[in-house]
Nanobody
Framework: VQLQACGGGLVQVGDSLRLSCAAS????????MGWFRQAPGKEREFVAVIHWSGGSTYYADRVKGRFTISRDNAKNTVYLQMNILKPEDTAVYYC??????????????????WGQGTLVTVSS
C-alpha cells in the first residue's frame, strides 16, 4: 500500500490549508490513519489520528482546536484541515496508516505505512 500526500504549500500566518492523503489500494481497509510532522532540526511528532471504524479522532495539544482530521471511506482518503496556521506549524507533514492496530498509542512505531511527506511553510 502506498500513501500519496498532497496539499502543502507556502501560506501566511492565520491562513488555512488542507492536506489530503490517499491510499493506493481501494481494497485497503486501515484501522487508523493519521498525520505526523517534522520541523527542521526536530524529531517527527504526532499531529492527529482518525480511527477508520467509528471515526473517533485524537489530536496533539499543539493543534487541538485549529486542525481537523477527517476521512472519506469510499476514497480511502484522509484529510487534515489546518486553520489559524502559525510559524511553528512549519514542517514536512507525513500521513501514516496501520492495518490492524486500533489502540490508543499514537507513537510513530505503531504505523506501518507512510506517505512521502508534503511541506507546509507558514510565513510571518
Amino acid at each position: 500500500v502506498q500513501l500519496q500526500a498532497c496539499g502543502g504549500g507556502l501560506v501566511q500566518v492565520g491562513d488555512s490549508l488542507r492536506l489530503s492523503c490517499a491510499a493506493s489500494e481501494r481494497t485497503f481497509s486501515p484501522a487508523r490513519m493519521g498525520w505526523f510532522r517534522q520541523a527542521p532540526g526536530k524529531e517527527r511528532e504526532f499531529v492527529a489520528v482518525i480511527h477508520w471504524s467509528g471515526g473517533s479522532t485524537y489530536y496533539a495539544d499543539r493543534v487541538k482546536g485549529r486542525f481537523t482530521i477527517s476521512r472519506d471511506n469510499a476514497k480511502n482518503t484522509v484529510y487534515l484541515q489546518m486553520n489559524i496556521l502559525k510559524p511553528e506549524d512549519t514542517a514536512v507533514y507525513y500521513c501514516a496508516a496501520n492495518a490492524y492496530y486500533s489502540g490508543t498509542s499514537y507513537a510513530a512505531e505503531t504505523f506501518h505505512y507512510w506517505g512521502q511527506g508534503t511541506l507546509v511553510t507558514v510565513s510571518s
